[in-house]
């Protein structure tokens, strides 16, 4: 029996909580998000990295832990000009198709086993007037690591694993959609539990691009070949102007948009995935707030969320190989 199957059935006959047993869960999930605080770290189970509104808030940690990569090794992201007359933001297959052609020209770093990856991530604060201020982390993660290795349901993979895959994609955009799916399984090979939605095909295939385009080595070509890819998934969709990351650069914004909304008493979220305009690698991502939101609580509280506003952002400042775990470059 897999892990995850054991985790439903261990909850199988647990009955469905009521509002007012939710409602203090739900009161400290607001309250995080108007702090702008983050919760612990989870294990890198891919299928968290874009899980819709209910846990969109909650795996803030998750997405800025995913490993991610800004261009040529050891170097950060190039800061973007602000005015661009050559990116067209009218249409996500036309930004997708230039990216692929961009990227495909970028240099691979040439990784070794035993190496380790080092990131260093700028997190923002929100715009809300949270009291966190924005923060630097580094984080350094096994190359080969063993323990993303072994197949595991949800298992998120090594980077020696994505590097591989990447450089391995096929042409053909419907072949290599069919290896990710291969790649990512939807529902870890199981079907999913009573309390669990089951995602379309083009949300699915979305959201393993976005743990795929986040990763570090990137193996270009491949990245090219997923954009080309991604170009033909209905529901991507890029925001019709540039944004500023967390670390205040230009950013194109793509996200999917399917038209579900999430569980009640949950704010609808927008997650997007933040592309260089240069180099048209990954910057970082960000959460807003999709519609405006407002809630009263059994104890006469309102905690109120407004259409626009950022919950959570991460921008990708460092991307490296290193010898050696804590090794700077």
Do not use: C
């Amino acid at each position: 029996m897999d892990e995850m199957t054991r985790v439903r059935d261990f909850r199988a006959d647990a009955p469905a909580p009521d509002r007012a047993r939710l409602a203090p869960g739900r009161r400290r999930l607001l309250d995080a998000a108007e702090r702008g605080a983050r919760p612990r770290r989870l294990r890198a189970d891919w299928r968290l990295a874009v899980a819709g509104a209910a846990v969109a808030v909650t795996a803030a940690a998750f997405a800025g832990s995913q490993l991610a990569g800004g261009g040529a090794d050891t170097a950060a992201p190039p800061a973007a000009s602000s005015i661009r007359s050559h990116v067209d933001l009218t249409d996500a297959a036309t930004v997708l198709r230039h990216a692929a052609d961009t990227v495909e020209q970028l240099p691979d770093p040439e990784p070794r086993d035993g190496q380790w990856t080092y990131i260093r991530t700028r997190q923002g604060a929100t715009e809300n007037g949270g009291r966190q201020e924005p923060s630097t982390q580094e984080s350094w993660y096994r190359y080969d690591d063993p323990e993303f290795e072994n197949w595991k349901e949800g298992d998120d993979h090594s980077p020696r694993e994505r590097f591989r895959f990447l450089a391995s994609l096929p042409d053909d955009p419907e072949k290599a959609l069919a290896r990710i799916r291969w790649f990512y399984p939807s529902d870890g090979g199981g079907e999913p539990s009573g309390d669990t939605v089951r995602e379309s095909r083009d949300a699915h295939h979305y959201r393993a691009a976005g743990v795929l385009i986040k990763s570090y080595p990137m193996a270009h070509q491949g990245l090219a070949r997923l954009y080309r890819a991604l170009a033909t998934v209905d529901g991507v969709e890029v925001v019709d102007h540039l944004v500023k990351d967390a670390a205040g650069r230009d950013a194109i914004a793509l996200y999917f948009e399917d038209g579900e909304k999430g569980p009640a008493g949950f704010p609808e979220t927008r997650d997007l995935l933040l592309i260089d305009p240069d180099t048209y690698t990954y910057l970082g991502t960000r959460s807003t707030v999709a519609e405006d939101f407002t809630e009263e609580l059994p104890d006469g509280a309102v905690h109120e969320l407004r259409k626009g506003q950022v919950l959570w952002d991460t921008a990708v400042l460092r991307t490296a190989l290193v010898d050696a775990e804590g090794r700077r470059p």
